[in-house]
Nanobody, 123 residues
Framework: QVQLVESGGGLVQAGGSLRLSCAAS????????MGWFRQAPGKEREFVAA????????HYADSVKGRFTISRDNAKNTVYLQMNSLKPEDTAVYYC????????????????WGQGTQVTVSS
């Protein structure tokens, strides 16, 4: 069992930055691929970024590549999402996710979800 708790969301102006954190409790955090997804009102939940258990491999959605950076600290059981150059279209609820695969890029590959944190980017 893995529990995920996100923090760090908020309101920011376009061009600004935010860092999301996801604290995990439970066993086997360091053996799981971790990721971030987001869901805007009226839209499906979509993949944002993922990182392998060791942190050596990362993957990003094209829409955030070059602006967002995912990282993890296995000693602290925490995964981060640094978001720079934010745009109004980044506005969404951001969800932390964990999965047993080498990489997670779809919701069907996730077996644990956090409760979500709201990110709002004003123009």
């Amino acid at each position: 069992q893995v529990q995920l708790v996100e923090s760090g969301g908020g309101l920011v102006q376009a061009g600004g930055s935010l860092r999301l954190s996801c604290a995990a409790s439970g066993r086997a955090f360091s053996s799981r691929t971790m990721g971030w997804f987001r869901q805007a009102p009226g839209k499906e939940r979509e993949f944002v970024a993922a990182i392998s258990p060791s942190g050596g491999i990362t993957h990003y959605a094209d829409s955030v590549k070059g602006r967002f950076t995912i990282s993890r600290d296995n000693a602290k059981n925490t995964v981060y999402l640094q978001m720079n150059s934010l745009k109004p279209e980044d506005t969404a609820v951001y969800y932390c996710a964990a999965g047993p695969w080498n990489m997670i890029t779809t919701t069907t590959m996730v077996d644990y979800w956090g409760q979500g944190t709201q990110v709002t980017v004003s123009s």
